[in-house]
């Protein structure tokens, strides 16, 4: 920021806050729930990253499981908005055979570490770090979020762009039922 | 009796198929930033002011300086939304299509690709860079019905309090479909 003036500063973080909470109050088009299969399901492509513990995680290690990939970043305000469900999707289905690794998109640890503190409930499942954003082109990724699911033989089987409540039991049963 | 039925059709009709609904519009008790909406052919779109103070903070928050980020945040920028919810099939555009004009007259918008070449040319950062244009409305996408979409910046290059037309155009099935919001306003 070439404009130091902490007045200014402060002044852009007030408005920033005020945004986000309009933008929560008002504005905010309803979260979806309905997850599209994929009529010719492909082999997922390659997803290695590093999670926030700086361990290499690959998606190839999860065959056997039902996978949710989210393509996702702290400024996208859908992204934050699903974030919650996501976790409580987590939370119900982790004896179902089912993983969630959601990558952010082009932002460092620390970022993502203090917006995580502001998701009720803060997500327990990895999260994974794509810098460069090379991922979205090797999954024909156009808007955030956008999230697949993979079933337990490593092809996509669903796919959903833009926000969803991923824990309403539409969404649930349609991933529990790709794990059994 | 045939009337009545006649009568019924009429009425029932706009339900099952809203060929153009009514645009609708309000304004953000908080920020005071102004929204414009419709629905067509089961494709809902809107465009909400995004106001220049609120995407400096955005975009300073991301890395840019505000001299880098200036020329974007003034240039007239919403948060679009395009929604699939009922449509009878994919729902598949290229933003290069849709158009805008004042008083009738076509007006010329940038693309992404080139807000990203020129804020590239002013040294902005690549973290920045990257949540530029993922933070943009998507240059492309298709949307399966139900409830896939996106929301995302646009800027439509007019300056501050310009009144203009909007156009979407999409394609469904081989069939054109468009959907314009008129009398909408560059933030002051």
Request: aromatic share 10%.
């Amino acid at each position: 920021m070439q404009s130091k003036s902490p007045a200014r500063a402060l002044q852009i973080l007030l408005l920033c806050f005020l945004w986000a909470s309009a933008l929560q109050a008002q504005d905010l088009p309803p979260l979806t729930h309905k997850l599209t299969p994929i009529r010719t399901p492909s082999v997922a492509p390659d997803l290695i990253f590093h999670n926030m513990d700086e361990e290499k995680v690959d998606l190839k290690d999860y065959r056997g499981k039902v996978v949710v990939v989210n393509f996702w970043a702290t400024w996208c305000p859908p992204c934050r908005r699903e974030m919650g469900s996501m976790e409580r999707l987590y939370q119900a289905t982790r004896d179902s055979n089912v993983e969630i690794l959601a990558v952010n998109i082009g932002e460092d640890l620390d970022t993502v570490f203090s917006f995580l503190g502001t998701v009720e409930p803060s997500p327990t499942f990895p999260l994974l770090f794509d810098t460069d954003a090379v991922s979205m082109k090797q999954w024909k990724v156009k808007g955030l979020p956008t999230t697949y699911i993979v079933d337990s033989e490593g092809r996509l089987a669903y796919r959903a762009i833009g926000g969803r409540e991923f824990d309403h039991p539409a969404i649930r049963k349609a991933i529990t039922a790709l794990g059994q | 009796m045939r009337s009545l039925l006649t009568a019924a059709v009429i009425c029932v009709l706009p339900v099952f198929y809203p060929v153009q609904a009514q645009q609708l519009q309000s304004v953000n008790d908080v920020t005071g930033a102004r929204s414009w909406s419709r629905t067509h052919a089961g494709v809902y779109f809107s465009l909400t002011q995004i106001l220049p103070e609120q995407g400096d903070a955005f975009y300073v928050n991301r890395g840019f300086s505000l001299e880098q980020i200036r020329p974007f945040t003034t240039s007239c920028v919403y948060m679009t939304v395009l929604r699939n919810d009922s449509a009878p099939g994919i729902v598949h555009f290229v933003r290069g299509n849709w158009s805008i004009s004042v008083d009738g007259e076509p007006r010329e918008f940038k693309t992404v690709d080139q807000w990203v070449k020129k804020l590239t040319a002013a040294e902005a950062g690549k973290p920045a860079l990257i949540a530029f244009r993922w933070a943009q409305f998507p240059p492309e996408q298709e949307y399966e019905p139900g409830g896939d979409w996106n929301q995302g910046m646009l800027s439509v290059g007019l300056p501050a309090g310009q009144v203009f037309d909007i156009t979407a155009r999409w394609d469904l099935r081989g069939q054109s479909f468009e959907a314009t919001l008129t009398g909408v306003e560059c933030a002051k």
